[in-house]
């Protein structure tokens, strides 16, 4: 065990001893999301370095605090990826913080969230002992459930020091389309292509001063690219000039994101097949639909968590507006008292004396 490990673990036995709050600090990238951090800092910046990458085997193993652009440069010079695309809001972001907020970008519907790559981890619980779950294959599904469970737990239920995730090649072929249409006709073509055989990969509805557009990303095998170009319609973009676009999506930095001014920024997760919902303004879409991104004052709170269960979504409030960061109800949507039992329980038992990342989720968790 490296000396930069045994001193986090030693921070942790004595803070589990005298139950000292501890908030987990990777790049610090997304401190705006969740409750505000309280406690002492536990800063993972030196557990860095790649452990293990099998290019033949499509899996790589890191460290938590390796930094996300790192390991995408590593990938990338042999033509593979993290697919799901995890935002990065900054050079600081790291591997660790990328799963313990799980959070995907456009590519997620196609290919899957976060949780669905990771394939095992190691995890410091609250008691300072070491605990590895899950594997380097997806075959391996001792303690699988429990590695995906650490995805979004925001560091809730004990520090990533490991993780293993499965990466994917490069898709040979790409091309972004672009459609003038309503939320409405944009929704609903989705849904009638999402049933169709199609290279589907990301898409983007909004509404630009009065002017709404699809956006729709392919890829795959060159072929299916180029037939379903034909298919589909559409004004056929310019990859290198939409490339740089998906990035700003990615990382909620189009135009659209950056004119909400001192509102806050909302996000819905719906299922695909949701109509159009009631909101302050027309959303930004993304997901084929299952995503919405709403920019809001803080009293349109209560119609925007009713607008989402209407559905059977959730409602999430991204970015607060302004100089107060504290809103009436908490960031996320209250657990019904089922989940809520599974969460504490879950909670007593990785973390019994209460010190990871107090309240981050919810206010009393």
Not at 9 to 32: E, H, M, P
Not at 36 to 57: H, I, K, N
Not at 325 to 334: C, I, K, L, P, Y
């Amino acid at each position: 065990m490296d000396s930069a490990l045994q001193l986090i673990i030693d921070q942790v036995r004595a803070a589990a001893a005298s139950r000292t709050a501890l908030q987990i600090r990777g790049g610090g990238s997304k401190d705006f999301y969740g409750e505000p951090a309280v406690g002492e800092l536990l800063d993972t910046a030196a557990l860095t370095g790649v452990t293990s990458y099998e290019p033949t085997e499509l899996v790589v193993t890191v460290r938590a605090g390796t930094k996300l652009a790192e390991l995408e440069e590593l990938l990338a010079e042999r033509g593979q990826c993290l697919p799901f695309e995890p935002p990065r809001f900054g050079p600081g972001t790291t591997a660790g913080g990328m799963v313990a907020a799980g959070l995907s970008g456009p590519a997620r519907a196609s290919v899957g969230a976060v949780r669905d790559h990771v394939l095992g981890l190691t995890l410091l619980n609250g008691k300072a002992e070491l605990l590895t779950f899950g594997g380097q294959v997806m075959k391996n599904v001792a303690g699988y459930d429990v590695s995906r469970l650490m995805t979004g737990a925001m560091g809730t239920l004990g520090l990533l020091t490991e993780i293993s995730l499965k990466v994917l090649p490069v898709a040979p072929a790409e091309a972004t389309l672009k459609f003038g249409m309503s939320q409405a006709e944009a929704l609903a073509q989705l849904n009638i292509w999402g049933g169709q055989p199609l290279p589907l990969n990301a898409s983007c509805w909004v509404d630009d001063a009065g002017t709404a557009t699809l956006y729709l990303r392919l890829r795959g095998a060159v072929a299916a690219v180029e037939a379903a170009c034909k298919t589909l319609g559409g004004e056929r973009q310019d990859n290198a000039a939409t490339a740089p676009d998906w990035t700003l999506c990615r990382d909620q930095q189009l135009p659209w994101f950056a004119e909400r001014g001192e509102r806050d920024l909302w996000r819905l997760s719906v299922p695909q097949t949701a109509p159009v919902l009631d909101l302050p303004e027309p959303p930004l879409v993304e997901w084929h639909g299952g995503l919405r991104w709403v920019r809001a004052t803080s009293d349109d709170a209560p119609r925007l968590r009713a607008a989402a269960s209407a559905v059977g979504g959730i409602a999430t409030l991204f970015i607060a507006g302004g100089t107060n960061q504290q809103r009436a109800g908490g960031r996320f949507d209250a657990l019904k008292p089922p989940l809520n039992r599974i969460h504490r329980q879950l909670k007593k038992e990785f973390d019994p004396a209460g010190i990871f990342n107090r309240g981050r989720l919810y206010p009393d968790l």
